[in-house]
């Protein structure tokens, strides 16, 4: 079977897009017009004791077709939310720059006016057709003060995704305005029943829940797995070109894993040995821990990435699920209920040192932050149903980041540890969420049907 | 078209109905049927009818070789088999595995149909109700299963006969959110996948 992901996804795709085939995560091509080296990178601060205010306005049209008019507009909105995401700016609202003529070149660009709303940093966008499915974009953030450009970025590429060139340059500001790592081309994935369908051939009506994956800001949702079972648990490979995943399409649950982009089918790795959940990748992307019945009862192993060298890691006649591993791939966190409820457990990668991090009314599914955070998002009972918390490895405190607004349940954190997305029936349906780590800036991600497990991509 | 907890009672009801349907015939005595005599001759003499039934005095069967050809269990069909099944879907406490006296009692009965038919292969799925963990769920289902899948074979049934899969909270019988709803979803259901 073969993964037929539209074109539109991504928006380098030059010579893959006639065979159904995409390439991952390109980014547009970048031709820098960095400062050179020898220049000081100039960081644009706000007043004292305060974030910088940014303003994007839309993008200066330098093609007057409708296509560059609309994608104009489009990244310009798309750039401010992926600026505003990380919270490392003020963000200065667009419905206020009415009063502000639009440049139509960087010549025309009113500083002064820009000043007098306030604004410290003016990101100034521009497009132009340069072919019939190709733009080039330029990217110029100015310290408005005094007018300098102190970033400057072209960007060439396909048409079809206009809002991969924001995302773009937004992690392009951060990292050199704040030296931040931003997550804005990274992706979700979750399973999700919401097309509707049903397993065929049951007595009872089973919905399907099938793999799909969206943009970090919840755009571009599609549909990974097309077998008309259950698909959950999904998790990106750390290159975010796979996905492993708990696929019911056999008789026995298997761990599989899809890469996306190569138009193959997915590769069995555990053969209908047991029943087998839970997939959760090593950092380097070698090795896969996940949960296996094989011997008896649930239990975690570790094996290549290719199913081979399986080793056993816990043996306990308790539950053991739901393994994750640390950032350095040297420990692993699980849920066991060995203590008669399930808790929060950490052991080496060889199985040794056990060590009990929760003892709570039933805790599950613990998600290890990424480095510079130390710590631990599992889902905790708090109620009749769950909230997020933090577990802090270093100080060994924990706090919560929701308090009660439905059950949230299975948090995973972005690449640079400063969200969570989790499952939350906040709003009556099982959706996914996307909340900072300070418990400030809820985003819902998923609007359709019920939505389970995310899982984020480096 | 989902079931809910209405048509699960009728569906309950019907159920009943048709095994109690099914254990009449099982007792009636067979009938002989008129044999045509040689020759062809059936299509001019009319059988000679048959006695009339003496209502209170019923015979005993001579064998009970006849009874199980016409037995319903041998010619339906696995799907039509599972639509009604025979087998009774058991239940669970919360986030527990234990067999109560009454999961046991049902089993003891669904071990009788397997030692009568023993070409059965059974899968027995573990449900959970929707208050655990997705994740957490997946074993304790199987868990679930693993348990009733022992007591069956305690009671002399083949393990190979008995396959077992956890469907964890992925499959709620009753997508309610009340105690009903979740005593109904905390359960094994036994599914004939040959015979």
């Known amino acids: 079977m073969r993964f037929r992901l539209p074109a539109t996804l991504l928006a380098t795709v030059v010579a893959f897009a006639a065979t159904g085939r995409v390439a991952a995560r390109p980014g547009p091509a970048v031709a820098s017009q960095q400062p050179p080296q020898s220049e000081i990178i100039l960081s644009i601060s706000g007043d004292a004791g305060a974030r910088p205010r940014y303003a994007v306005p839309d993008f200066i049209v330098r093609s007057g077709d409708a296509e560059t008019v609309a994608a104009a507009r489009l990244m310009g909105a798309v750039l401010w939310d992926d600026l505003a995401f990380e919270q490392e700016f003020y963000m200065v609202p667009r419905d206020t720059y009415k009063t502000i003529p639009a440049a139509r070149s960087i ?49 060439n590429g396909q048409t079809a995704n206009p809002r991969l060139y924001a995302h773009t340059a937004a992690d392009d500001i951060h990292l050199q305005q704040r030296a931040l790592r931003g997550v804005a081309r990274t992706k979700l994935t979750f399973s999700s029943d919401r097309d509707g369908e049903r397993v065929p051939n049951t007595v009872q009506a089973r919905d399907v829940k099938e793999v799909y994956i969206a943009d970090y800001d919840g755009a571009n949702q599609r549909r990974v797995t097309v077998t008309h079972k259950l698909n959950i648990t999904p998790v990106w490979s750390p290159d975010a070109r796979s996905l492993a995943y708990t696929s019911f399409r056999q008789t026995t649950p298997d761990i599989l894993v899809s890469n996306i982009y190569s138009g193959m089918p997915p590769e069995n790795l555990t053969g209908g040995l047991g029943q087998n959940w839970l997939p959760s990748w090593s950092p380097d992307g ?173 | 078209m989902r079931i809910r907890g209405g048509s699960f009672g009728l569906l309950l009801i019907a159920t009943v109905a048709l095994l109690l349907g099914m254990a009449c015939a099982k007792k009636a005595p067979p009938v002989a049927r008129p044999v045509l005599p040689p020759g062809g001759a059936a299509t001019t003499t009319p059988p000679p009818p048959p006695p009339p039934p003496t209502a ?81 769920n997946l074993a304790l289902g199987e868990r679930r299963a693993v348990a009733a899948q022992s007591y069956l074979v305690s009671l002399g049934i083949p393990a190979d006969r008995l396959r077992t899969v956890s469907y964890g909270k992925e499959f709620p019988f009753d997508p309610g959110k009340d105690e009903a709803a979740y005593t109904k979803n905390r359960r094994a259901h036994f599914v004939i996948t040959a015979k």
């Open chain 1, 107 to 155: 010549p025309e660009v009113a500083f002064d006016r820009w000043r007098e709303l306030g604004v410290d940093g003016l990101v100034v966008g521009s497009v132009e057709k340069t072919g019939a499915t190709t733009f080039r974009v330029e990217v110029r953030l100015f310290d408005v003060r005094s007018k300098r450009s102190v970033v400057a970025k072209e960007y």
């Open chain 1, 286 to 458: 070698t090795r896969i821990c996940f949960v296996s019945t094989r011997d008896g009862n649930s239990e975690l192993y570790v094996m290549n990435r290719d199913g081979s060298n399986l080793t056993r890691l816990t043996n306990h006649p308790a539950i053991d699920v739901s393994p994750t591993w640390s950032p350095s791939g040297t420990q692993i966190a699980f849920t066991s209920d060995r203590s008669g409820s399930p808790q929060i457990y950490i052991i080496d990668a060889d199985g040794r040192n056990l060590f009990k991090m929760t003892s709570e009314s039933w805790c599950d599914r613990p998600t290890w932050s990424p480095a510079p955070f130390n710590e631990i998002a599992y889902a905790s009972r708090t109620g009749p149903g769950y909230d997020i918390k933090i577990y802090d490895l270093a100080t060994q405190e924990r706090r919560q980041l929701t308090f009660g607004e439905g059950s949230n349940e299975s948090p995973a954190y972005a690449a640079n540890g400063r969200h969570v997305a989790f499952m939350s029936t906040r709003t009556g349906k099982k959706h996914i969420f996307v909340l900072g780590r300070d418990g400030r800036g809820l985003k819902q991600i998923t609007t359709v049907g019920n939505n389970y497990t995310p899982d984020w991509s480096r």
């Open chain 2, 56 to 136: 209170p005095i019923r015979e005993t069967p001579v064998s009970t070789a006849p009874a199980l050809t016409d037995d319903p269990m041998t010619s339906r069909s696995v799907d039509d088999l599972n639509r009604d099944s025979p087998l009774k879907a058991i239940y669970y406490e919360y986030d527990s595995a234990e067999l109560t006296a009454e999961a046991r009692a049902g089993l003891d009965t669904n071990a009788g149909l397997l030692k009568r038919y023993t070409t059965w292969m059974i899968t027995v799925e573990g449900h959970c109700d929707e208050r655990g963990t997705a994740e957490y």
